[in-house]
């Protein structure tokens, strides 16, 4: 999420690349989502991880030239610079997307279908309050992990936040965005009711 | 009902997310057969991206009060062949060998799952049946997300969907579930 620039700085090469890889995921899939919400917060919110996506190019490309010393310390951050260049590149095209809002509805009612059709579904859901759900952050729930959808943004009593950190607790009543299988949404909106209880990640079994 | 080019254009987005999708992880698991489907993708959106182009000029030519409308397909065409490209650009990196790199590999490895092709041979227990049969999920936890049957993909298969000897599966799951389903497709496990 939002670093601070001095942050930015601290934080290793390898650190910074896992930033801007999620960040360009993320940030197709909110502009994807401004259009099909209508939502001019949410293109904001896709200019600025374009901006975020900058300020970690930027640091990114300081520090890689500052680690080589060798061919081989060359060859391997020509490759980071290359992830790195992907990912601005899919930021930029992302706002490209989101941009689309600006065009008159009634000139783009394709988009909305189009986005609905796809693989990946875009979709809003409610906690109840007999959810499981309730109280755990996002983080325990794994519910990526569990239900294959991934909470690109939430809407609770302080607002929207939009590419919530894991450690965001969840609550009765708050609105969720996920994008994920059209099946895999259907168990999402089962745990989110709370018709059926929350699977729980067993502790450590991924090392079996 | 959405038209032809609607049609062409969801599914030149459907493969730009599915590629990214597989661009990383194959940067991720420096695995090159994932890096080559990335390429062979790319191969197909520029075929796919051409005809949409031919169908919206013509189209636009026929119905030219429309024009609005046709612009609009066309940004968003080039920003999905954009974000395609640039999953190119990723799996190029592992096809140059550069992914053999910790800094890649940690940095993104942070997620248990991991995703694997397998092809399924002319003996294996998987060919001739349909996903609702085998119930490969629960079996292997592995989950198959495309198969590549020749040239064409199926995307998101269903529990009717039926496998063939010669698919290739790309699944995803916990690398603790890969041994077996990879037994599986090649023949080697009969028992699931």
Do not use: C
Not at chain 1, 66 to 73: E, G, Q
Not at chain 1, 179 to 193: D, H, K, W
Request: aromatic share 6%; hydrophobic share 45%; net charge negative.
């Amino acid at each position: 999420m939002a670093e601070q620039e001095s942050d930015i700085f601290h934080m290793t090469v390898r650190e910074l690349l896992t930033e801007v890889k999620d960040l360009s995921e993320v940030i197709v899939d909110l502009a994807y989502a401004s259009l099909m919400y209508n939502s001019e917060e949410m293109a904001e919110k896709v200019y600025g991880l374009r901006d975020e996506i900058e300020e970690l190019k930027y640091a990114i490309r300081v520090k890689t030239m500052l680690a080589s010393r060798t061919k081989k310390d060359a060859e391997q951050m020509a490759g980071v610079l290359q992830v790195v260049a992907a990912a601005d590149r899919i930021s930029h095209s992302a706002v490209d997307i989101a941009a689309l809002l600006q065009v008159p509805a009634e000139k783009r009612p394709f988009i909305t279908e189009l986005i609905d059709e796809s693989d990946e579904k875009i979709r809003i859901t409610r906690i109840r309050a007999k959810s499981d759900m309730v109280g755990n952050t996002i983080e325990q729930l794994q519910v990526e992990a569990v239900t294959g959808m991934k909470i690109i943004a939430l809407k609770n009593r302080q607002g929207w936040t939009y590419d919530p950190d894991h450690d965001m607790k969840l609550r009765a009543g708050d609105d969720i965005i996920v994008r994920g299988t059209a099946s895999g949404f259907v168990r999402l909106e089962e745990f989110a009711t709370g018709l059926i209880p929350w699977e729980f990640p067993e502790e450590g079994g991924d090392d079996l | 009902m959405m038209g032809k080019i609607e049609t062409m254009l969801l599914e030149l987005k459907d493969t730009s997310e599915f590629m990214v999708d597989l661009a990383y992880t194959s940067l991720l698991f420096n695995n090159v057969e994932i890096a080559e489907e990335v390429m062979f993708l790319e191969n197909q959106m520029d075929e796919l991206g051409e005809k949409i182009t031919e169908e919206i000029v013509s189209l636009g030519m026929e119905k030219p009060q429309e024009i609005a409308r046709f612009v609009v397909m066309v940004r968003l065409q080039i920003a999905i062949e954009n974000i395609a490209d640039a999953a190119a650009s990723i799996a190029d990196i592992v096809l140059r060998g550069l992914a053999d790199n910790p800094v890649l590999h940690m940095s993104i490895k942070d997620s248990e799952w991991t995703i694997e092709m397998a092809t399924v041979s002319e003996g294996s227990i998987m060919a001739g049946k349909t996903f609702g049969e085998l119930r490969l999920n629960s079996h292997t936890g592995m989950f198959v997300i495309a198969i590549r049957r020749g040239n064409s993909f199926i995307f998101g298969p269903d529990r009717h969907t039926r496998i063939e000897a010669g698919d290739s599966l790309i699944a995803r799951g916990p690398e603790a579930g890969v041994g077996f389903f990879k037994g599986l497709a090649d023949g080697s496990e009969r028992e699931i």
